[in-house]
T-cell receptor
Framework: SQELEQSPQSLIVQEGKNLTINCTSSKTLYGLYWYKQKYGEGLIFLMM?????EEKSHEKITAKLDEKKQQSSLHITASQPSHAGIYLC??????????FGTGTSLTVIP | DAGITQSPRHKVTETGTPVTLRCHQTENHRYMYWYRQDPGHGLRLIHY???????DKGEVSDGYSVSRSKTEDFLLTLESATSSQTSVYFC????????????FGDGTRLSIL
């Protein structure tokens, strides 16, 4: 079973375009984490959201947790080739185990 | 960067053979994890350890065993490898603050033919 569903599964964009990745849970999320994985490497922590409506930004990446705390979005403004990789959300929606989302593969074409 | 080393980084083997993957950390963290990564599934937890000789199963533990005889080493063993275990395997560590793994190794790409 997938506790965290991400959409889209893959994304190909032209450099300079904006894009959004979504992470959805059927349960309330008490702490939602976003990670980036460069191809052939491990995961790097990007940011964490805890409060409903909370929004955080790091360089050109903005993440938001909705008011119901069941969906988070990750938005990249003016994408660059350095943004390419796999983006994963992570959370502990059951209170028992930390789960990762299904992942979104991002390709940025120069 | 956190000191996590996975070995080997790549391995190709045949169905039915035993395979052992090693994760070595220099951070002295209490928790260690093994995940597998497959398209459409993200990372799924295989086994984790919360101390020397203390391990527990994750959501996809069938066909895998682990051992942790020292704080710094966590071994993942496939007793008789099957093609369905072809995947990229990641080790992760945590000092225990929160329930999430904090640092990840660079992965082992395992192909079972």
């Amino acid at each position: 079973s997938q506790e965290l569903e991400q959409s889209p599964q893959s994304l190909i964009v032209q450099e300079g375009k904006n894009l959004t990745i979504n992470c959805t849970s059927s349960k309330t999320l008490y702490g939602l984490y976003w990670y980036k994985q460069k191809y052939g490497e491990g995961l790097i922590f990007l940011m964490m959201l805890q409060k409903g409506g909370e929004e955080k930004s790091h360089e050109k990446i903005t993440a938001k947790l909705d008011e119901k705390k069941q969906q988070s979005s990750l938005h990249i403004t003016a994408s660059q080739p350095s943004h390419a990789g796999i983006y994963l959300c992570g959370a502990d929606p059951t209170g028992n185990q930390f789960y990762f989302g299904t992942g979104t593969s991002l390709t940025v074409i120069p | 960067d956190a000191g996590i080393t996975q070995s080997p980084r790549h391995k190709v083997t045949e169905t039915g053979t035993p395979v052992t993957l090693r994760c070595h950390q220099t951070e002295n963290h209490r928790y260690m994890y093994w995940y597998r990564q497959d398209p459409g599934h993200g990372l799924r937890l295989i086994h984790y350890s919360y101390g020397v000789k203390d391990t527990d199963k994750g959501e996809v533990s069938d066909g895998y065993s682990v051992s942790r005889s020292k704080t710094e080493d966590f071994l993942l063993t496939l007793e008789s490898a099957t093609s369905s275990q072809t995947s990229v395997y990641f080790c992760a560590i945590s000092d225990g603050t929160g329930k999430r793994p904090q640092h990840f190794g660079d992965g082992t790409r395992l192909s079972i033919l």
